[in-house]
C-alpha cells in the first residue's frame, strides 16, 4: 500500500471543470506512477485536454485537488507546473520562431536572481540532453528554419531543461511522419527507463497500444475505462471510447441501394488543410446519391470535421473538386451553398447550430430571415415568420411555451428538432447530418432517426457522419469508412462485415 | 422562478448607480458635507426651474448619440470604444460644412451638417470595421487608438485651416446663424437635436429587432459560430456595425457644434465618449434604456453643476460623483456576468446530474 502510494508522482482527484455551457470534466480522477506512460485516450472533446492544461496550470479546476509526490499543491500556473517537474508538449508549439534553439529554451527559464544567464553554457547542456535521449538539435539554429519534427524536439529539450520528469505529450504524433513518430517513440522508452514519467494523449489506437503502459480513457469529461496494455485490444478500446459494443445492430428501414441514379455529390481528390495545417482531408473521393443515406464510419479526428466543413464553405479547399449536381461548390460561400439546397445538422448544437438566445422562431428562419416571405426590402415580416414557425412547431411537436421564448430554455431533443426542421426545410437535396443525436435521450434519438429516413425516402441525399457504428449501420444504405482523410473503402449495407469495418476504422487495410 | 431572477438581473445596473452615489455620498462625509443634503439639493436644483429641465435634455442628446453608439456595437459582440473620435470627426464635417456654405437656406445647410456628420462618424468608424474584417485586427484597441489620430486631425484643422479669422485661439469662429439647430423652448438650451436623438434612438431599436440586418447583426452578437454556419458572412456585419456606429457618434457633433457650442473649440467635451460606454452598460444597450440613462446622467450634471455652488464642495467634485457612479456600472456588468456564469454552472450540473439518474 505505502509502497504503492510512494510509486505515484501526480495524483489527481474528483476534477471538475465548467466552460461555459458544457461540463468538460466531471470528477475525474487520475494517478501517474513513476516510470510509466500513461495515455489518455478519447474522442476528441473528451476532456483529455482540459484534463492536462489543469494539471499544467493553464486552467483552474473548478472542483478537486492535486498532489504532486504525495503533497496537495496548487498550480495556478505552467510556472508552478514547471517548479514541480511537469512540462507540457503542446499540440501548437510555443516558440518564438525568429529566434534560436538556445534562446528558445532560456527563455521564462532563467533561475538567477539577478537574471544572469549565459548562452554558451546553455547551449552546452542542450547538446548534453540531445545527446543523452537521441535528441540532437543544433543549439544555435533558427526555430523557424526547422522542420516540424526538430521544433517538437525544440520543445521537448524545452521541457527537459526545465528538469522536468513528467512530461505531457498533446497529440504529439498529429503533425509527425511514421518515421519521427518512431524516434519519438525511442525518445519516450529513454526517458521512461530513467525513471520518469509520460502522459501521452491520443485518439490514435495503434499509438496507444504500441507506447503505453496503462491506458486511461475519457469520454464526456468521465473516466470510463483503465485498463493495463497487456489486456487491452483494439476492439476493446475502441468499445469503450466510442460507448457501444459493435453487437448485432438491426436496420431501421429497408435498404434502398436499388434504383441508383446521377450522384447529387461528387467529392474528387478533395484535399484540406486541419487547423494545425497538416492535410486533414487527402485526396478523398466520395459519391453521394439521391434517395440514400450514406454512412461515414471512423474513429473522430479522421478528417470528418474539415470534410464537412470544406463542403459547406467553412474551411477553404486546397485542391480537388465537389460538385452538387454538377455545380462547383469549391469556391462556394456558405449562403449559396444553403441557396443550393443543401442542409447541414452541425455536430455541436449549442455551438454551432442555434443561437441559444434567439426565439425558436428567429432559430427556425436563421437560414431564410432574409429571403421572401419572412424579408421584404430588407424589413422583417414578423407576421409570416410566426404562421411558419407555428406551423412548424406543430408539424415536428417541437415542445416549447411560444414561438418567441428563447430556444436555450428547451430541452436537449427539442432543441434538436428545431435544428433538424430548419435543415429540413434547406436542404432540398443533400443533408449532411453530423452527430445528429449526440446527447439526446432514446425517444429523442429515434425521432431523429425517422426524420432521416423520411428525408432519404423523398429523395434527398442524406450524408450521416457518426462517431456512434450502431447509429451509422442502422441508417446507412452504404457506409465508406474514413481513415487519415481518406475513404478506405465503400460498402453496401447487406454486404457488411462488422469484423472488417472494425479494422478499417483502425486503419487495418487488405484482410480478406 | 427563472423570469423573476431575468428582472433582477436587468435590473443590475440600477443598484449600481445607487452604490456609486452611495460611495460619493462617503466622500462627502469626509468633506463634512451632509451627502443626503447635497443629493437633495442636485435633485431641487435640476428641476428647479424650465430652464434647468431644458438643460437636462440638451446634455442628454450627445450622451444618447455615444451612447447608441456603443450599445448598438455592443449587440454584435463588438466593441466600438473610439465613439470619442467619431464624434470629433462628427464635429469637424458639421462645422466645417457650416463655414463654407453659411450662404444656403437654413433647412438646406442644416440637411448637409447632419448628412456630413453622419457620414464621416460612420465612414471613421467603419475603418475599424474594415480592418477587423480584413486582417482581424482588434476592434478594441483600434477603436481606442482611433480616437487620438481624430484628435490629431482635429488639432491640425483647427490650428490650421479652421482656425478663427482672428487667428489668436484654436477654435473656429462662430457659425452663421442659418446653421444653428432651432430651439425647442425659447430662452433655454433645448434645441430640436433632442428629436433627431429620439428618432435615432428609435432607428437603432428599428434596425435591431424589425430588419435582416438587425437579425444578422444580433446573430453574430449572441453566436458567431452558429452564424457563420447560417451563411451570415460576418466581415460584412463588422463593417456595418462600425458604420452604423460611427454615425451615431458623428450625430452627436452635428448637436453639439450647431446646436450648443456654434463653433468648434479644441478638445471641447472630452468625456463624452466614455460617457457613453456607461450610459449604454447602464442602459442595458437597449435603444430605450439608453435614453433614459442619458437623461438621468443629464440631471447629475445639471443639477451637480448648482449644487456644488452652493454647498462649497469643490465643483471638481461632481466628476468623482459621476466617476463613482460610472465605475459601479461599468463593475456591475462584469459582476453580473459572474453571476450568469454561476446561474448557467448551477443549471448544467443539475441537468448532467438528470442524466446520470
Known sequence: MSTEDRDIVVEMTGITKYFPGVLALDKVNLRIKKGEVLALLGENGAGKSTLMRILYGMYRPDEGQIRVNGRIVNIESPRDAMKLGI?????????????????????????????????????????????????????????????????????????????????????????????????????????????????????????????????????????????????????????????????????????????????????????????????????????????????????????????????????????????????????????????????????????????????????????????????????????????????????????????????????????????????????????????????????????????????????????????????????????????????????????????????????????? | MRSDRHILLTLFPLYSVIVGLFLSGLMMLFLGQNPLVVYRDILLFAFRDIYNIADIFAKAVPLIFTGLAFGFAYRASLFNIGAQGQFYMGCLASVSCSLYFSFLPKVLLLSICLLSSLIIGGLWGSLIGYAKARFNANEFLLSLMSTYVAIAIMNFLIRGPLIEAKGEYPQTDVIAQSAWIPLLIPHTRMHAGLILALLVAAAAYFILWKTALGFKIRAVGMNRDAARFAGIDERKIFVSVFFISGAFAGLAGFTEVNGIQHMLVQGFNPMIGTEGIGIAILGNAHPLGIVLSALLFGALKVGGALAVQVSNISSSFLGIMEGCVMLSVIISYFIRQRIMTVLEKKRLQEESKVKIL
Not at chain 1, 200 to 217: G, M, T
Not at chain 1, 446 to 473: D, F, M, P
Open chain 1, 87 to 512: 512540462g507540457m508538449i503542446h499540440q501548437h508549439f510555443t516558440l518564438v520562431p525568429v529566434h534560436s534553439v538556445v534562446e528558445n529554451v532560456i527563455l521564462g527559464a532563467i533561475t538567477d536572481p539577478r537574471g544572469s544567464f549565459s548562452i554558451e553554457k546553455t547551449a552546452k547542456e542542450i547538446k548534453k540532453l540531445g545527446d543523452t535521449y537521441g535528441l540532437e538539435v543544433d543549439p544555435f539554429a533558427m526555430v523557424n528554419q526547422l522542420p516540424v519534427e526538430m521544433q517538437q524536439r525544440v520543445e521537448i529539450l524545452k521541457a527537459l531543461y526545465r528538469g522536468a520528469n513528467v512530461l505531457i505529450m498533446d497529440e504529439p504524433t498529429a503533425v509527425l511522419t511514421p518515421q519521427s513518430t518512431e524516434m519519438l517513440f525511442n525518445f519516450i522508452r529513454d526517458f521512461r527507463k530513467a525513471g520518469n514519467s509520460v502522459i501521452f494523449i491520443s485518439h490514435k489506437l495503434n499509438e496507444v497500444l504500441e507506447i503505453a503502459d496503462r491506458i486511461v480513457v475519457l469520454r464526456s469529461g468521465r473516466v470510463v475505462g483503465e485498463i493495463p496494455r497487456e489486456k487491452a485490444t483494439e476492439q476493446e478500446l475502441a468499445r469503450m471510447m466510442v460507448g457501444h459494443e459493435l453487437g448485432e445492430i438491426k436496420l431501421k428501414a429497408e435498404n434502398n441501394t436499388s434504383g441508383k441514379k446521377e450522384p447529387i455529390l461528387c467529392i474528387e481528390n478533395l484535399k484540406v488543410r486541419g487547423n494545425l495545417g497538416h492535410l486533414a482531408v487527402d485526396a478523398l473521393n466520395l459519391e453521394i446519391f439521391a434517395g440514400e443515406i450514406h454512412g461515414i464510419a471512423g474513429v473522430s479526428g479522421n478528417g470528418q470535421d474539415e470534410l464537412t466543413e470544406a463542403l459547406y464553405g467553412l474551411r477553404p479547399v486546397s485542391e480537388g473538386n465537389i460538385f452538387l449536381n454538377g455545380t462547383p461548390l469549391t469556391k462556394g460561400k456558405t449562403r449559396n451553398i444553403i441557396d443550393l439546397g443543401v442542409g447541414y445538422i452541425p455536430a455541436d448544437r449549442h455551438k454551432e447550430g442555434l443561437v441559444l438566445d434567439m426565439s425558436v422562431e428567429e432559430n427556425l428562419v436563421l437560414k431564410g430571415f432574409d429571403l421572401s416571405p419572412f424579408s421584404r426590402k430588407g424589413i422583417l415580416q414578423e407576421g409570416s415568420i410566426r404562421q411558419y414557425a407555428t406551423q412548424v412547431i406543430e408539424s415536428y411537436a417541437i415542445k416549447t411555451p411560444t414561438p418567441d421564448t428563447p430556444v436555450r430554455y428547451l430541452s436537449g431533443g427539442n432543441q434538436q428538432k428545431v435544428v433538424i426542421a430548419r435543415e429540413i426545410a434547406v436542404a432540398r437535396f443533400l443533408l449532411i447530418a453530423v452527430q445528429p443525436t449526440r446527447g439526446l435521450d432514446i425517444g429523442s434519438t429515434e425521432y431523429v432517426h425517422q426524420i432521416l429516413l423520411k428525408a432519404r425516402n423523398e429523395g434527398r441525399g442524406v450524408l450521416l457522419i457518426s462517431t456512434e457504428l450502431s447509429e451509422i449501420l442502422s441508417l446507412s444504405d452504404r457506409i465508406s469508412v474514413i481513415y487519415r482523410g481518406r475513404i478506405l473503402k465503400t460498402i453496401d449495407r447487406q454486404d457488411v462485415d462488422m469484423d472488417e469495418i472494425g479494422l478499417l476504422m483502425m486503419g487495418v487495410t487488405g484482410r480478406q
